[in-house]
């Protein structure tokens, strides 16, 4: 969907040779009116920065993964903490993203709070995504303050820490992470939030 914006034609132009298109940009609200309204359809999508992207269909691996990872997460991380499972994440008035898993200090009724939670952790499982979860989710989490973001990768069989966000004009949201891990199946991984708690990385990917 697009809109368009007319200016005032220049002497001796056409005015069909002035119109200039631009992106749509949905808001929460419109984005939540219409996927009650069924406009989607059967599509699984998410809101990015009020672009609308279409997300595959999770393949058996992806499943697995996240599965996995969310047991192993939820059983590291203690009471005062809670992990929500392939769910919206309520970031702004531009983005509703579904991280496989997000994880948040406090219990579930804080969720429920008018002002945005920002996730101590999101771990994302990747396979035909893994450009897009590198890329512009990636650059959103570190807008929005993600602090350790992680990619269980399905392709390579390994796990991506990425960390420390920062300012980077280059990135599509404007942000990225400067700290960026790569640790095999054999190597440990603590949480920024719980650094004394060791995560094998085998117990996370399938």
Same mark, same amino acid.
């Given at each position: ?20 298109? &631009? ?24 809101? *990015?920065?009020?672009?609308?992207? !279409? ?25 005062? &903490? ?12 531009? #983005?509703?993203?579904?991280?496989? *898993? ?17 996730? %101590?952790?999101?771990? !994302? ?5 893994? #450009? &897009?979860? @590198? ?7 570190? @807008?929005?303050? %993600? ?9 390579? /069989? ?6 420390? $966000?920062? $300012?980077?004009?280059?990135? $599509?949201? /404007? ?10 199946? +054999?190597?440990? *991984?603590? $949480?920024?939030?719980?650094? +004394?708690?060791? *995560? ?7």
């Amino acid at each position: 969907m697009e809109s368009a914006v007319l200016e005032k034609p220049a002497p001796g132009e056409a005015e069909s040779e002035i119109i200039e298109s &631009y992106p749509f940009k949905w808001s929460a609200e419109n984005y939540l009116k219409a996927s009650a309204a069924g406009l989607f359809g059967d599509k699984r999508v998410e809101m *990015i920065e009020g672009e609308i992207f !279409e997300v595959n269909a999770h393949s058996k691996p992806h499943i697995v993964a996240a599965n996995k990872a969310y047991e192993t997460l939820r059983f590291a991380f203690p009471r005062g &903490y809670v992990l929500t499972n392939q769910s919206t994440l309520y970031a702004d008035e531009t #983005s509703r993203p579904e991280p496989d *898993i997000a994880v948040f200090r406090g219990d579930w009724n804080d969720l429920l709070a008018e002002a945005p939670l920002t996730p %101590v952790l999101i771990c !994302e499982a990747s396979l035909e995504t893994l #450009s &897009y979860d @590198r890329g512009r989710k990636a650059s959103l989490y570190a @807008r929005l303050g %993600v602090r350790d973001y992680w990619i269980l990768n399905l392709r390579e /069989g390994r796990l991506e820490i990425h960390r420390d $966000p920062q $300012p980077m004009s280059e990135k $599509p949201s /404007g942000f990225g992470y400067a700290s960026i891990q790569f640790l095999t199946r +054999q190597q440990n *991984i603590a $949480p920024l939030e719980l650094p +004394q708690t060791t *995560i094998s990385v085998a117990e996370l990917l399938p």
